[in-house]
Nanobody
Framework: QVQLVESGGGLVQAGGSLRLSCEAS????????MGWFRQAPGKERELVAA????????FYADSVKGRFTISRDNAKKTVYLEMNNLKPEDTAVYYC?????????????WGQGTQVTVSS
């Protein structure tokens, strides 16, 4: 049974930082591209960042470039999202997901999500 479990969300003031983690089990982690998505109330889910299996290629949405950093530790089967200089518009539920096909998906497995709230 595949599981992706996110952690690290919470409430932070604008300008603050959070580090999200997503620990995977039940899959060959090193063969998957991992992505972080977010969905704010009333908005569509969007891909925030993605990282290829080897970690040598990454993708960032324009809205987070220079502020967010995605990384992975294949030995720990964990992907991270370091979020700095957070803004109120970053408020959303953040999901990690795993794709065998690459950053554009489709994504095969999803976590349950972790709430990030940025106060102004």
């Amino acid at each position: 049974q595949v599981q992706l479990v996110e952690s690290g969300g919470g409430l932070v003031q604008a300008g603050g930082s959070l580090r999200l983690s997503c620990e995977a089990s039940g899959l060959t982690f090193g063969t998957y591209t991992m992505g972080w998505f977010r969905q704010a109330p009333g908005k569509e889910r969007e891909l925030v960042a993605a990282i290829r299996w080897g970690g040598g290629w990454t993708f960032y949405a324009d809205s987070v470039k220079g502020r967010f950093t995605i990384s992975r530790d294949n030995a720990k089967k964990t992907v991270y999202l370091e979020m700095n200089n957070l803004k109120p518009e970053d408020t959303a539920v953040y999901y990690c997901a795993a794709s065998l096909k690459g950053a554009t998906g489709p994504y095969d497995y999803w976590g349950q999500g972790t709430q990030v709230t940025v106060s102004s």
